[in-house]
Nanobody, 115 residues
Framework: QVQLVESGGGLVQAGGSLRLSCAVF????????MAWYRQAPGTQREQIAV???????TYVRSVKGRFTISRDNAKNMVYLQMDNLRPEDTGVYYC?????????WGQGTQVTVSS
């Protein structure tokens, strides 16, 4: 059974940084392609960063150059380093398998960026 536990969110001023963590249970990180998703207020959840075990990472344009996804397969952890945060980065952040559209999500972690 898949379980995902996100942490590390908080309130930060624009230009600041946060590092999100995701403890992953039920996926084999040695082969799983993982992603971070963001759900801004009033919008649908959006996949923003993807990490492949090759390793290979991709990002949506809005976060490219500011966010870095990484993983520690031995610890079953996925991370998202967020730098130069902007108010539009505000939202609830989730991790899950890349391209996931099911109903098994963690509780997410709230990120609020003040201007």
């Amino acid at each position: 059974q898949v379980q995902l536990v996100e942490s590390g969110g908080g309130l930060v001023q624009a230009g600041g940084s946060l590092r999100l963590s995701c403890a992953v249970f039920g996926y084999n990180l040695n082969i799983a392609v993982m992603a971070w998703y963001r759900q801004a207020p009033g919008t649908q959840r959006e996949q923003i960063a993807v990490s492949s075990p090759r390793p290979y990472e991709t990002y949506v344009r809005s976060v490219k150059g500011r966010f870095t996804i990484s993983r520690d397969n031995a610890k079953n952890m996925v991370y998202l380093q967020m730098d130069n945060l902007r108010p539009e980065d505000t939202g609830v952040y989730y991790c899950n398998a890349a391209g996931y559209s099911g109903t098994s999500w963690g509780q997410g972690t709230q990120v609020t960026v003040s201007s």
